[in-house]
């Protein structure tokens, strides 16, 4: 059974940083590429970034809002897909969810399988 | 950037109706847009991609229409599970966006 798996959500400080990692199962992930999505509290979905797999190049693109600040990697040999978030502001609090790409050709991705989420809450 | 709008924001209807929901592309997406029905605490969970295809396992009363600008979804017999909030989002390049979202209320 596909399973995405998000943690180290957390309260932080504004300025700090987090990583969050999205743990996969139940396919072979180094096949897939991997989004990032947020929500925050109350409001809708925002698309954060997304990592290509290793077929595709594995490179990376980014939302302007987190770009500079935010670093998304996958480490293929254990399935697990990464948010490395710097500088935190308030309006990261949100909850951050992964998901699985599917994709035809290579360049156009939707997303099939999500992760429950994890919370990341930036206060002072 | 791609601006993804949708129509209406809220939506109250009856078990048993057809509910339409609209999503408007700033520029032409071509087919790469996909809706997704989110309910309170959890993920989104994808229905339908390249606008009219249904994704495995979603009840066939979900369907997908347009191209280019222009896209809806349809319930054809609201069911009282069909409550929730709706996403289109484009995939046509990246950034990637989303609509705002429709909330559906049973009556």
């Known amino acids: 059974e596909v399973e995405l798996v998000e943690s180290g959500g957390s309260l932080v400080q504004p300025g700090q940083s987090l990583r969050l990692a999205c743990t996969a199962s139940?396919?072979?992930?180094?096949?897939?590429?991997m989004t990032w999505v947020r929500q925050a509290p109350g409001k809708g979905l925002e698309w954060v970034g997304f990592v290509r797999s290793r077929l595709y190049g594995g490179t990376i693109e980014y939302a302007a809002s987190v770009k500079g600040r935010f670093s998304i990697s996958r480490d293929d040999s254990v399935g697990i897909a990464f948010v490395q978030m710097n500088y935190l502001e308030t309006e990261d609090t949100a909850v951050y969810y992964c998901?699985?790409?599917?994709?035809?050709?290579?360049?156009?991705?939707?997303?099939?399988?999500w992760g429950q989420g994890t919370l990341v809450t930036v206060s002072s | 950037d791609i601006q993804m709008t949708q129509s209406p924001s809220t939506l109250s209807a009856s078990v048993g109706d057809r509910v339409t929901i609209t999503c408007r592309a700033s520029q032409s997406i071509r087919s790469w847009l996909a809706w997704y029905q989110q309910k309170a605490g959890e993920p989104p969970n994808l229905l339908i991609y390249?606008?009219?295809a249904l994704q495995s396992g979603v009840p066939s009363r979900f369907s997908g229409t347009g191209s280019g600008t222009e896209f809806t979804l349809t319930i054809s017999s609201l069911q009282p599970d069909d409550f929730g909030t709706y996403y289109c989002?484009?995939?046509?390049?990246?950034?990637?966006?989303f609509g705002g979202g429709t909330k559906v209320e049973i009556k």
């Open positions: 139940g396919f072979n992930f180094a096949d897939y590429g």
């Open positions: 390249q606008a009219s």
């Open positions: 989002q484009h995939y046509s390049t990246f950034p990637l966006s």
């Open positions: 998901g699985r790409g599917l994709t035809v050709s290579g360049a156009k991705y939707y997303f099939d399988r």
